[in-house]
């Protein structure tokens, strides 16, 4: 996995035209699929050790534009999870009780428990993302002295970086274990997937015309993901890049990179039983078998 981490891994040179959005010539979706079903039985493993462990907390943070596959990857990728080690949420426009608030207070709360995994589909870095595509969300967040985005100071979004880089730095330093994915999808790739939402009735709800107005910021929206990889990709919270314009590759490789990077944990094991417990534990195992 080591010559596949560093092809996946963004560092702050990172350059989106560098990244592949399809390595089917190099893996063979069949293949992939086929590894996926060995390697969530290891995941599910694992989140049971870590569940019994507690002394860890793992943050899975998926990123990536309309179509990309993060509903479906989470699906497939945590299929064999126990439902109580695993928290999903999703971070759609923020309500009105959420902008009572800093940014970064809905995804504070979303945090998952030591022992278990949280998936945050779309993630905090929506905040460096949409709005800097579209600043005038930022007014809805009534920030001091800020009444248009004109008001904006220059140093506003490295600002913004900077918030991003300690909060994941605080949470990585108390036992969170960080993975970030950007799920890289080609525009063509994206064309094909939304024409698909309006040919098959199933995936008619799916499609929305505001799916077509951000396609026309691509451009933007590629910028923006490439500025906030650069800025935020650190060795406690790595950006991976995810070739997405095949999703059994996709899952694959997602899968496959939480599972090779959590076994480099060798601290994660089962507790030891308290020594009265086994000193006794044949007794209670006979006492056990020999109710009537």
């Known amino acids: 996995m080591s010559g596949l981490k560093k092809q ?4 702050s040179k990172f350059n989106m035209e560098h990244y592949p959005t399809d390595i089917s010539k190099s893996i063979a979706p069949e293949e992939a699929k086929k590894e996926l079903k060995r390697i969530r039985k290891e995941l599910a493993q694992l989140q049971d050790v870590m569940y019994a462990h507690n002394r860890y907390s793992v943050l899975i943070c998926l990123q990536g534009m309309d179509t990309a596959g993060k509903d479906s990857l989470i699906r497939e990728v945590f299929e064999k999870f126990n439902a109580r080690g695993v928290v999903v949420s999703s971070f759609k426009t923020p309500s009105n009780k959420e902008l009572q608030h800093d940014y970064l207070w809905r995804h504070v709360i979303a945090l998952p428990e030591k022992g278990k995994f949280g998936v945050f589909n779309r993630t905090h870095y929506e905040n460096v993302l949409v709005t800097r595509v579209h600043p005038k969300y930022l007014l809805n967040e009534n920030m001091p002295e800020i009444k248009k985005t004109e008001d904006l100071p220059k140093d506003f979004w ?20 960080i993975f970030k994915f950007y799920l890289h999808l080609s525009k063509g790739e994206q064309k094909k997937r939304l024409l698909r939402r309006l040919e098959k009735e199933d995936h008619n709800w799916k499609f929305s015309p505001g ?14 993901y490439q500025e906030a990889i650069q800025r935020t990709s650190k060795s406690n919270a790595p950006w991976y890049i995810i070739p997405a314009d095949n999703k059994d590759i996709s899952r694959y490789l997602v899968a496959k990179t939480i599972l090779d990077e959590l076994k480099n944990y060798k601290d994660i094991q089962y507790p030891e039983l308290a020594e009265d417990i086994e000193k006794h534990i044949h007794t209670y195992r006979k006492r056990l078998e020999s109710e009537k």
């Open 211 to 224: 799916d077509l107005e951000e396609r026309e910021l691509w451009d933007k929206y590629m910028e923006s």
């Open 158 to 177: 490295e600002k913004r970086y900077k918030q991003i880089n300690n909060f994941e730095e605080h949470i990585s330093a108390n036992g969170t274990i």
């Open 8 to 11: 996946l891994t963004a560092d």
